[in-house]
């Protein structure tokens, strides 16, 4: 065999081999970003190729390039003469759907102007099964071969392309069984959302139905209430525990993101999100380890009533069916699933479309005037068959006893009122000059005496007035020590002289007391940087030194409290403000200057302790309160031996029951929702 043979048998060799490799590639299931780059790359080494690209028809029918290996530039910008000419030759080819070999440098000359304007032979075959072209495979070919090689070029190609359309077919046919399994999933979960008339049974059913055709981790349903959003149902969870910190992070998240009435899709990054919803989000990202989170405003779609041809509900708008009013919002979230977006939003909004209107409908149901009155009439006829009536009798009858009973048996009215334990003598220690904290000498829970120092500032600024004072009384020894001098030595001195003289030692006399005085101001004020105790107690301030020390502080600033635990305690308490009617009723019916107090301490709630309320320790002024409103304080007086052997500690919290008199049970029961009928009605 001779080397040009040889060489031959090779090169043939090695082309078997690309073909089954590019065989294998299209039965592999890869996807296109996976095949194309392969696919090419193997038919550009067989055919020694300069380069090539794979054009795909895109949902308009227009050829769009999907990958290319040493494309010219000039082919790949849309505006230059070059990349036109060439699309148009591209787009008339995918439009036939015949192989083509194109010449270099070769085109029209009327007005469509396509052609080939590389210097390489362009060799192009359709990707296209059951008359229909889904591509094109160009090759970019050196010029220079004969005419026979040429055609061996595009039959290969052609061959290629069979290979790369049965690739094609896998993928849609893989398509066609996913939107199958989709369409089947979304008419289940229509039907399912559609099955009660209940919001809350619906809203679960949102979730958990919505989680399993989304293919995510985990979906939320908010319905609206007020201005807020509440969490309903959370899938894969029965019951919705509101008092945790990441429900109350879901419910914030949710109430913002209605209130801007506009879809969040969240994807990692929170930048060109207004600061009110990035803060809600981070907070409850913090929470949830979420990666991607979707938060859809859910509006009641618009209905057309006028129309004769609709049914009772109407019709809805479908161009606008999305610019109701906002009645809750669905969370949707990605932690460790891991869907295309494309496929992620698309699923998602299928979700929205049936769960906000099948949400709609049940909201609209139960929020009908007296909705659970008729329903639970519906459901009660039972109670008046033959065989239930002596039952039905009885609960009545019982029924009316405790309605006689709420009217006629009297109870302590117990007016509710929270507070702390507070020491009789407890003061707070204030700085009486700017400063820094040089040294602390006592810490948490020290024991200190009347007097004794607690803390060393320093004061640079004093320490330099000090000196210069001193200076400048120096000075002014010297200048009197000089003048008595010249008046004791010096006999000839002329009288004009001499009583010049006697008049700068008078002055130098005055300066020199004026700045004694001054000198004895700073040192008094020195003083004042050692801080000492008030009182004798136990310091309060946790943590002393590591708050105060080398910190600098002002005159008037609180530095420490300190509080004599000897001495006895009293319960300082906050009483709303719509209670004091009944507290003034109760010193008036009584005739008496103090009430009964109960009350129990946060740190021991089993036992119940005794007080009284003075009727002269009340506030006259009611303070706000962020949480009751308007609150008045008052001091109540417990009895110290018993409440000492508990070993209270300042400042526990304290729930305290005012005994305001004897009153009907109903009114003791009911008293505070009369009132705030009361107040809403008048």
């Avoid at 590019?22 to 550009?44: N, W």
């Avoid at 099955?195 to 958990?208: D, G, M, Q, V, Y």
């Avoid at 201005?227 to 019951?239: A, L, M, N």
């Avoid at 919002?329 to 891991?338: K, M, P, T």
Wanted: proline share 4%.
């Amino acid at each position: 065999m001779t080397v040009n043979q040889q060489t031959i048998e090779e090169t043939k060799q090695q082309i078997r081999v690309l073909v089954n490799e590019i065989a294998a590639l299209t039965k592999s299931g890869a996807t296109a970003e996976e095949f194309f780059p392969e696919f090419l790359q193997r038919v550009i080494t067989a055919l020694a190729a300069v380069g090539g690209a794979v054009w795909l028809m895109d949902e308009d029918q227009q050829p769009r390039l999907k990958y290319q290996i040493n494309v010219g530039q000039s082919l790949l910008d849309d505006d230059t003469n070059d990349a036109i000419q060439h699309n148009r030759l591209i787009n008339r080819v995918s439009r036939s759907g015949q192989s083509l070999i194109v010449p270099p440098y070769s085109g029209t000359a009327d007005g469509e102007q396509e052609g080939n304007p590389t210097r390489y032979l362009l060799v192009m075959a359709p990707l296209a099964h059951e008359g229909k072209t889904d591509g094109l495979i160009e090759v970019f070919q050196r010029p220079d071969t004969a005419p026979e090689t040429q055609k061996g070029y595009l039959k290969f190609l052609q061959q290629m392309c069979d290979l790369a359309t049965e690739w094609l077919r896998g993928q849609k046919l893989r398509v066609f069984s996913d939107r199958q399994v989709l369409w089947q999933q979304a008419d289940s979960f229509a039907r399912a959302a559609h099955e009660s008339l209940h919001s809350k049974e619906t809203a679960f059913i949102i979730a958990n139905e919505g989680r399993r055709l989304i293919g995510c981790d985990r979906v939320s349903v908010a319905i609206k209430k007020g201005r807020k959003c509440k969490v309903q149902s959370i899938s894969g969870q029965d019951t919705i525990e509101n008092r945790s910190n990441i429900v109350a992070a879901l419910n914030l998240l949710a109430t913002r993101v209605v209130a801007a009435g506009e879809p969040l899709w969240h994807d990692g990054t929170t930048e060109d999100l207004p600061p009110q919803i990035e803060e809600a989000l981070e907070d409850y990202v913090d929470q949830s380890y979420g990666r991607n989170i979707a938060v859809l405003p859910l509006r009641e779609p618009q209905r057309d009533d006028s129309k004769e041809e609709t049914g009772a509900a109407g019709t809805v708008d479908r161009d606008n069916a999305h610019r109701g009013e906002v009645i809750g919002a669905l969370i949707v979230e990605q932690i460790e699933s891991d869907l295309p977006p494309d496929v992620f939003r698309a699923r998602v909004n299928l979700v929205y479309e049936h769960g906000t209107r099948a949400l709609a409908n049940s909201l609209e149901h139960s929020n009908l005037f007296l909705m659970p009155l008729w329903r639970a009439i519906g459901k009660a006829t039972w109670v008046l068959r033959a065989r239930t009536l002596p039952k039905t009798l009885a609960v009545a009858g019982l029924i009316l006893a405790l309605i006689l009973g709420l009217i006629f048996v009297p109870l302590e009215l117990q007016l509710e009122a929270e507070g702390t334990l507070e020491p009789d003598v407890r003061q707070q220690v204030f700085a009486n000059i700017d400063g820094e904290v040089l040294e602390v000498l006592v810490g948490h829970n020290s024991v200190v005496e009347e007097g004794q120092e607690l803390l060393r500032l320093r004061n640079r600024e004093l320490e330099l007035q000090i000196v210069e004072t001193i200076g400048q009384i120096n000075t002014a020894n010297a200048d009197l020590d000089r003048i008595t001098g010249v008046l004791t030595n010096n006999k000839d001195l002329k009288r004009a002289e001499r009583d010049q003289l006697i008049g700068e030692r008078s002055e130098a006399i005055i300066r020199l007391n004026s700045l004694n005085g001054k000198l004895d101001l700073l040192e008094e004020k020195q003083q004042s940087l050692t801080v000492r105790s008030p009182i004798r107690g136990r310091v309060l301030t946790w943590d002393v030194e590591k708050t105060l020390y080398s910190r600098p502080v002002t005159t008037g600033q609180v530095l420490l409290e300190v509080a004599d635990f000897d001495q006895p305690m009293h319960l300082e308490l906050n009483m709303p403000e719509k209670r004091m009617s009944h507290l003034d009723a109760a010193f008036i019916d009584s005739e008496a200057s103090e009430l009964e107090v109960e009350y129990i301490l946060a740190t021991d709630p089993d036992t119940t302790l005794a007080a009284t309320l003075p009727r002269d320790s009340i506030e006259l002024r009611a303070k706000p309160d962020q949480e009751e409103g308007n609150t008045v304080t008052m001091r109540a007086t417990p009895d110290n031996d018993e409440l000492l052997k508990m070993s209270p500690r300042p400042g526990a919290k304290v729930i305290a029951d005012v005994q305001a008199g004897k009153k009907s049970a109903g009114y003791v029961v009911f008293h505070e929702v009369y009132e705030w009928l009361c107040k809403f009605f008048f």
